[in-house]
């Protein structure tokens, strides 16, 4: 059974740094992307980050230049670093795998997520 771990999330000042870390296991699959994402309570889970399997990443506007992501494979785990954080980061992140696995011929995708960690920036 596939799980993931999120940790590092707390409270941090304006301008701060926090390091989160998600460790996934139970794969069996082929990992396909690792991803964070969080979330506002009442809003929607807005992607933050992801890192493919071949280390290419992508960022939301509102976070590049500021959040690197970056991974682990011979731990399984992937991280997001934090700097200059704000207040507008204040939420909950969630760390997200996808994989492909086979199910007899056919290719067949997978979601999983953890269950997240509170990131709170005071002004």
């Known amino acids: 059974q596939v799980q993931l771990v999120e940790s590092g999330g707390g409270l941090v000042q304006v301008g701060g740094s926090l390091r989160l870390s998600c460790v996934a296991s139970?794969?069996?699959?082929?990992?396909?992307?690792m991803a964070w994402y969080r979330q506002v309570p009442g809003g929607e889970r807005d992607l933050v980050a992801t890192i493919t399997d071949s280390d290419s990443t992508t960022y939301a506007d509102s976070v590049n230049g500021r959040f690197t992501i970056s991974r682990d494979i011979t731990k399984d785990t992937v991280y997001l670093e934090m700097n200059s954080l704000k207040p507008a980061d204040t939420a909950v992140y969630y760390c997200?795998?996808?994989?492909?696995?086979?199910?007899?011929?056919?290719?067949?995708?997978?979601?999983?997520w953890g269950q997240g960690t509170q990131v709170t920036v005071s002004s």
């Open positions: 139970g794969i069996v699959d082929r990992i396909m992307s």
């Open positions: 997200k795998l996808d994989t492909l696995g086979r199910d007899g011929a056919r290719w067949v995708p997978n979601i999983y």
